[in-house]
């Protein structure tokens, strides 16, 4: 494999919000966009960073599936509610502007909470919830994606990988940023299997008649995916249902459809916030996520592990090492980049 | 096994009620606490009915743990939220009060949100939730209960079995009902296994040292429940991370301390009610719900099954069943209630 190239994160951001402008986005929208993608590869999750996302958003704007300047409007409204129609943006850029809407209702009654429909992919749903943190408030996101995962005993594919991100602030630890599909493993990583020529993990996959997939075999040519749990026997019934509560809560409430709705062009979207302030002291709060992050850090580890980790905790320690040293990009992906900058009369800052 | 008696509801619920008064529970308090445990046996939940629960119950108030009369005092408020103290009361009977708060609260802003410290057992979750259907509101409900559970690579417990309860309304269908443990499997089915001698389905449990056991072997002597997902490869750091979600919404937000804090004497809970008519036409979102339902039901089912459900589906089915033909108890259980009726001079109806 060739040796990645380092880039730093502000150069690849000021790049792919430059290209973002020239399909058309408006400057400040662009930077939101950019900085979500990028955020994503500081932290680690390079499945929703530039080099897995970029290519797909640009071409989804170039054939006029994403709408580059949309015309948000919000359907209903309540003191802590909200339903939005994002008129076909890209959640990437649409979902902050709800989640200003929610943490703006949070501040004033306790809780925000705004539905988002008509929308398109929503980039990594804990940059949304992480929103929330600098003021006091938990934040919340989930997204209801296209169906690729069959429901427990199903054979046919229900259910988009319905992530689920719940950000916490705390006073000195990095905050508690749990972000996780309800299927038992991202696309991506099955895609990278098949590449390698890897073994499936038991539990990955069912086969095309919905079949459980329990045996380490290389990644069929046809497959869905499965809950988290795998097996009814240990608790894809739970993955399965909290799938369904993502499709519920980010499609049906929008009001705009859900997954499996045939042909639904668009995904939908969900953020909350919730202010501390309306359940206890701020700080006290703060101090007590401290001690209670600490704690789990501090569990003893199983035999063969080194220590046991928290949510956010990985994705906070990469953040610290690639804004010091960059962003680790394949040449490959470089060289998108600057064919793409080419064609696009983009300057590209590395 | 000796048969099982059928007891209907009405008279299970009058008894249990008539037993709570006796330990000092006011009457109106005493028949929640028996509709709660009911119904978890009308639906089928017999893991929290009267069999598994009432026990305990009776155990906490006889020593002085749990406050039959407690004073239940909102600490902190804004619109939509509230924290309350219990006062030791038993979550059972605690939390339906709570829920109204919430429900209160959402019908004014659109979303209510209650933290519950210093409580005991909650009981089913989903009773909790399911109070909002009939307001066409969604329903949440949340538990933090005392650590059995290991986190993902971790030698000890750390978490409870912290279930989430999800309730939603539909117009013809059964409700949307989701309740489930993060844990890969509940408690009782494990003692269940043990006691009939049976081996252990792979991923349920980790050994004392915290290794998962992924084969089929007898229930050890010792060990720690797992988060569901079982280990890092099927996606435990999931379960892990869900069950995190509920300690803190349940226990750090409550502000009277969370599952492992060293000799906690309580659960904290968690509800929300969030109403639909702040979001979308409530008709028009139960209409989109019967047609969810429908969608989801009607998946073709894998080969070996016979179809697909859907959560709350099995129970409403149970309870239909349930409510025509009574409740079968074990003769021992209906002993134990006998034997409790004539010790407090209760009238058992059965």
Redesign the interface.
Known sequence: MDEAISVSGDDLKATVASIFEKVGVPPEDAEVGADVLVLADLRGVDSHGVSNMLRSYLGGYQRGEINPRPNMSIV????????VDSDRGLGTIVTPKAMEIAIRKAK????G?V?IGNSRHLGMASYHAMLALEHDM?GICMTSAPPRM???????P?LGTNP?A?A?PARNEPP?V?D???S??AQNKIEIARRLGADL????L?TE???PIMEEVPVPETYHLLP???TR???S???Y??A??V???AG????F??G?VPGRPNFGHYVAA????????PD??KD??DG?LQ??KS???????E?????GQPEAEMEAVRRKDGIPLHPEVVQFMRDTCAELSVRCLF
């Open positions: 209903r409204e309540t003191a802590a509610t909200a339903s004033e009654v306790g809780v909470m539905t938990i069959v429901p427990t005993f199903g054979a046919e229900r689920i719940v916490v508690f749990f996780a599909a309800t038992s493993v993990e038991p539990g990955w069912a008649d919905g079949t988290v749990g795998a026997e240990l608790g019934h739970k993955g249902g909290l369904c509560v499709d519920i809560f049906v409430l929008t009001g459809g859900y499996a919730y202010n501390i302030s309306g359940f206890d002291d006290h709060f007590e996520m209670w704690m789990m569990t003893k580890p199983a035999p063969g592990h220590r046991v980790l928290v949510a």
